[in-house]
């Protein structure tokens, strides 16, 4: 198989099987009234680190289904495969390299090179950011539901945050009730942040803060920021403007808005704004209810969840470097340049075109996807119908209250656009390529002009 194949496989795997698990017994609370599509819906959901749901998991999943439901979003935000590599290092067995390959390309690595360091600081990473998130938590649920409660809800929140999943067992109204707790919104949005920014990024980042020598003054901040790789600056950069502009935005519409901030504090409107900016970016956490919201808003909503997080990390979207390449083919074009720089770099064109490629498929995706639900619910407004579609597509698992209420054949609409979103849709249709032995050659004609514009 290919890498783009064992990578799609890989996921339907942990999918059917998570469904499985959710659909026993055992996991479910006695109330429950849930059918197995209800379970493949919510694994796929799980798995795909999105946060729709059809049936409440407060209601329908007891503390084992909600700990395996949190063992989805787990494997799903760093991928199966890796959890099995790092398991064959772990034991001392080698991975062969074509599956090293697979990894790299599931987790966005450009890299090779000592694969098993790594990886292993991957999980290292991730366990020790979860679990200072999960202990931040505790502090807050642990007086208010009890010490064992308390904890699994505080480790639970945490991965699901760092998975940019979205899920909470907190009830069905998501982050609502805590809208003006600033210890779990700040919280809540740096995991969001941290998980979202890419492995790449953190590994550069934590090299120049190690290479900074503060007694000596040998390396100030000022070189380190400078040694930064131009991915790191454009990755960061876009993360920064991307919140600090959906902030304003989202303030400048909402400010007198009654049914969402218009009755906070000023401090409260700000720590909202903030948190829907970030949340936004692939995560699903709601501290408001998007149905009250003004229309533009939800535009607004529309394009940040379309972004979406940086590359190499456990947020989904189009991704901030890939969307930042083609606002800059777009400029160069207008411009009349034959290069696209920054930071003193030339970015190959073919990137730039796999950038744009990669564009062209979420847009294209994306209209299919919400016409099709389109014509299976007629009676549902295009606005939220964009909104749930983009919401299922990024990955980010917001909803304007329309998850459970549309018909059957749109609910497998939007696994099929979260299994996607997930995996990556050029990951997606390279899977479903034949073999490139039985391709058709690459040939190259006498030019030719066509007429545009």
Not at 185 to 198: E, V, Y
Not at 350 to 375: E, H, P, Q
């Amino acid at each position: 198989m290919s890498n783009a194949q064992k990578i799609a496989i890989s996921f339907l795997i942990v999918i059917f099987t998570g469904s499985i698990l959710l659909s026993l017994p055992i996991s479910q609370t006695a109330t429950s009234d849930a059918t197995y599509f209800d379970h493949l819906f919510i694994s796929v959901s799980a798995v795909c680190v999105t946060g729709l749901f059809i049936e409440s998991i407060f209601d329908t999943y007891n503390i084992f289904g909600q700990f395996i439901m949190m063992c989805l979003i787990q494997i799903g935000g760093l991928g199966l495969m890796s959890f099995i590599s790092v398991l064959y290092f772990r034991i001392g067995q080698n991975v062969r390299f074509k599956n090293q390959m697979a990894v790299s390309d599931a987790l966005n690595n450009a890299s090779l090179d000592n694969i098993r360091d790594w990886l292993g600081n991957i999980f290292k990473y991730t366990f020790v950011i979860e679990g200072v998130g999960a202990l931040l938590f505790a502090t807050f649920f642990i007086p208010q539901q009890g010490f064992a409660k308390g904890i699994f809800t505080s480790i639970f929140m945490a991965v699901s945050a760092f998975c940019n999943a979205g899920f909470d067992p907190l009830g069905n109204i998501s982050m609502i009730p805590y809208q003006d707790v600033p210890l779990i919104n700040f919280t809540i949005m740096a995991l969001i942040i941290l998980g979202g920014i890419g492995f790449s990024v953190w590994f550069d980042v934590m090299d120049q803060i190690k290479s900074i020598d503060f007694k000596q003054a040998k390396i100030s901040v000022k070189t380190a920021l400078r040694r930064l790789r131009p991915h790191t600056k454009l990755a960061l950069l876009m993360t920064v403007g991307i919140i600090f502009i959906g902030t304003v935005l989202f303030l400048l519409v909402e400010w007198s808005n009654q049914g969402t901030i218009g009755q906070m504090s000023v401090g409260n409107k700000i720590m909202t704004a903030m948190f829907q900016t970030v949340t936004m970016r692939t995560a699903g956490f709601a501290s408001i209810d998007y149905t009250l919201a003004h229309p533009l808003s939800n535009l607004i909503f529309i394009v940040t969840m379309l972004i979406g997080g940086s590359p190499g990390g456990t947020a989904g979207g189009l991704k901030t470097t890939t969307f930042a390449l083609v606002i800059m083919l777009a400029v160069a074009e207008i411009r009349q340049k034959s290069h696209i720089n920054f930071a003193h770099h030339t970015i190959p064109m073919a990137i730039v075109r796999k950038a744009f490629v990669i564009f062209l498929m979420y847009i294209t995706i994306l209209i299919f996807g919400s016409g099709l639900i389109l014509l299976f619910d007629t009676h549902v407004d295009y606005l939220y119908v964009l909104f749930e579609s983009i919401s299922a597509f990024a990955t980010v698992g917001v909803t304007a209250n329309l998850t459970a209420s549309l018909s059957i054949a749109s609910q497998v609409i939007l696994m099929l656009l979260m299994f996607v979103g997930r995996i990556g849709p050029m990951t997606m249709f390279v899977s479903l390529l034949p073999n490139k032995k039985k391709q058709s050659p690459d040939i190259q004609y006498t030019t030719t002009n066509i007429i545009i514009g």
